[in-house]
C-alpha cells in the first residue's frame, strides 16, 4: 500500500524567505504525486501534480516541486514567502493498478508565514 | 463549472439523529470520494464510486454510515445515529478517469454532534 510522509507538522517562515515542505512517499513504481493547499474552512485545492512528464513541476502561486526517485521524495518549494501562503499543505499519492484513482494524503502541514 | 457543491455548509445535531450531506460532482466526472477530518486522524477516505457504483468503502467507520450515489450528480453521505465523535468536516471530491487520478474537493460540511 502507498503511503506519504510529511516532516514536520509545523513550519515556520519569514515572509520573503525560501519555503521547503518535505514529502516522502513509499511505492515501488513512480505513481501520480500531489501537493493539495488548504486555507482555513476551505477545501482542498490541487497546487500542482507529477505525472513522469518532467522531474521539477511548477504549480500554481510560484510554487514547485521536485520529483527525486532515488531519495522518493517530492519537495515543495518557493523562492520567497508570502504572507498569503499561510495555509496547510498535503502531499499526496495515488494508488496504482485498480486503486490507481485513490490518493493517500500525508498528515499535513501548516504553513506560518511571519511578516 | 461550478465545481464540487456540497451541502449543508454546517450542521449541528444532537446525538442520536440522522444526519444526511450531500455533494453534487463536478459534471461529467466519473468517480466520487467521500472524506472525512479532524485533527487526530487527518483526511481519511471513507468510500468511493466509480460511475455511481461503490468501488471501495473499507474506510467507512461503521454500519452507522451509508452512502449512496442514486445518479451521476449526486451523492449522500449518511450517518445514522449520529454520535459525538462523529464531528468532523466531510469532503466530496471527484475526479476524470483520464486525468491522472487529481481530485476536485468541494467546500466541506462542518458536522457538530452534541
Known amino acids: 500500500a502507498q503511503s506519504v510522509t510529511q516532516l514536520g507538522s509545523h513550519v515556520s517562515v519569514s515572509e520573503g524567505a525560501l519555503v521547503l515542505l518535505r514529502c516522502n512517499y513509499s511505492s515501488s513504481v513512480p505513481p501520480y504525486l500531489f501537493w493539495y493547499v488548504q486555507y482555513p474552512n476551505q477545501g482542498l485545492q490541487l497546487l500542482l501534480k507529477y505525472t513522469s512528464a518532467a522531474t521539477l513541476v511548477k504549480g500554481i502561486n510560484g510554487f514547485e516541486a521536485e520529483f527525486k526517485k532515488s531519495e522518493t521524495s517530492f519537495h515543495l518549494t518557493k523562492p520567497s514567502a508570502h504572507m498569503s501562503d499561510a495555509a496547510e499543505y498535503f502531499c499526496?499519492?495515488?494508488?496504482?493498478?485498480?486503486?490507481?484513482?485513490?490518493?493517500?494524503f500525508g498528515k499535513g502541514t501548516k504553513l506560518s508565514v511571519i511578516p | 463549472d461550478a465545481g464540487v457543491i456540497q451541502s449543508p455548509r454546517h450542521e449541528v445535531t444532537e446525538m442520536g439523529q440522522e444526519v444526511t450531506l450531500r455533494c453534487k460532482p463536478i459534471s461529467g466526472h466519473d468517480y466520487l470520494f467521500w472524506y472525512r477530518q479532524t485533527m487526530m486522524r487527518g483526511l481519511e477516505l471513507l468510500i468511493y464510486f466509480n460511475n455511481n457504483v461503490p468501488i471501495d468503502d473499507s474506510g467507512m467507520p461503521e454500519d452507522r454510515f451509508s452512502a449512496k450515489m442514486p445518479n451521476a450528480s449526486f451523492s449522500t453521505l449518511k450517518i445514522q445515529p449520529s454520535e459525538p465523535r462523529d464531528s468532523a468536516v466531510y469532503f466530496c471530491?471527484?475526479?476524470?478517469?483520464?486525468?491522472?487520478?487529481?481530485?476536485?474537493f468541494g467546500p466541506g460540511t462542518r458536522l457538530t454532534v452534541t
Open positions: 471530491a471527484s475526479s476524470l478517469s483520464d486525468q491522472g487520478g487529481e481530485q476536485y
Open positions: 499526496a499519492v495515488s494508488g496504482s493498478g485498480a486503486g490507481s484513482y485513490q490518493l493517500t
